[in-house]
């Protein structure tokens, strides 16, 4: 099993960066996807969820109407493309698999990826 983040970098405020979270190992189509971030002396939180089964979505209040969360199935990737960044938006991301068919961002998830480092600048 193996879900590898990438598309992290460094932004200026009010930039725009776009994750990858490429899945493999598992029947990806049965599983949710969570996108979250941890910012330094933080606990993870989960900011952005998909679930694969029923397509349906939900967002973390602090990212609403800047992020969203999108998968290809057929690649087994999801995507999560911010907009309008902001510098509390620092942190890791990591993506997280978890069995369910909603779109919940459980900290309990079955599978983790290593993360990708965010960061931006004012």
């Known amino acids: 099993v193996q879900l590898v983040e990438s598309g992290g970098g460094l932004v200026q405020a009010g930039g725009s960066l776009r994750l990858s979270c490429a899945a493999s190992?598992?029947?990806?189509?049965?599983?949710?996807i969570g996108w979250f971030r941890q910012a330094p002396g933080k606990e993870r939180e989960g900011i952005a969820c998909?679930?694969?089964?029923?397509?349906?979505?939900d967002y973390a209040d602090s990212v609403k109407g800047r992020f969203t969360i999108s998968s290809d199935n057929a690649k087994n990737t999801v995507y999560l493309q911010m907009h309008n960044l902001r510098p509390e938006d620092t942190g890791v991301y990591y993506c997280?698999?978890?069995?369910?068919?909603?779109?919940?961002?459980?900290?309990?998830?079955?599978?983790w990826g290593t993360g990708t480092q965010v960061t931006v600048s004012s």
């Open positions: 997280a698999a978890d069995r369910t068919r909603f779109p919940i961002c459980s900290i309990w998830s079955d599978y």
């Open positions: 998909i679930s694969n089964i029923a397509g349906t979505t």
């Open positions: 190992g598992f029947p990806f189509d049965d599983y949710a």
